[in-house]
């Protein structure tokens, strides 16, 4: 290859960032905040037959129910997130589930995204991001 000659790079799909919320400054750490534990199951490292959801522990000798400090943290009260934030999603919007393309037009696209329902196939879901890009409203689950 020559000095003389310039090497064209072209960039296929160029990123885009994702559209954010507008959320004030109190909101936003909130949010930030909002982390707890993972609450897993008492005993199930122990055993591949107990699953990880979360139950609350109930034996008589139970240490965990005791709350002592070398066990796991069992879900309380204390953990709970601060009601302004409560339901929103980790990006700080309000979900709305959609079905069809006509009920994108009610959704707030400053403070709201949409979650494409599971049972809309493809050529409706096609139709639905296509209109929500037009609104410049984010889709959360928008696959690929």
């Known amino acids: 290859m020559a000095d003389d000659e310039e090497v064209q790079i072209v960039e296929e799909g ?8 507008e959320l004030d400054e109190e909101t936003r750490r909130m949010l930030e905040q ?3 534990p993972d609450f897993v199951r008492q005993q199930a490292e122990l055993y591949r037959r107990v699953p990880d959801n979360w139950r609350k522990p109930r034996g008589i000798h139970s240490k965990m129910r005791k709350g002592r400090r070398c066990k796991r943290p069992t879900a309380k009260i204390g953990y709970g997130t601060p009601k302004k934030v409560r339901g929103l999603h980790p990006s700080g919007f309000r979900e709305v589930l959609v079905h069809t393309p006509g009920e994108v037009d009610d959704v ?10 599971g ?5 409706k879901r096609k139709r639905i991001i296509e209109k929500a890009d037009e609104m410049d409203i984010r889709v959360l689950n928008r696959g690929t």
């Open 108 to 117: 707030d696209g400053t403070t709201e995204a949409i979650r494409i329902a």
């Open 14 to 21: 160029e990123y885009t960032s994702k559209k954010k919320p």
């Open 34 to 36: 909002r982390d707890t």
């Open 119 to 123: 049972t809309v196939g493809g050529r």
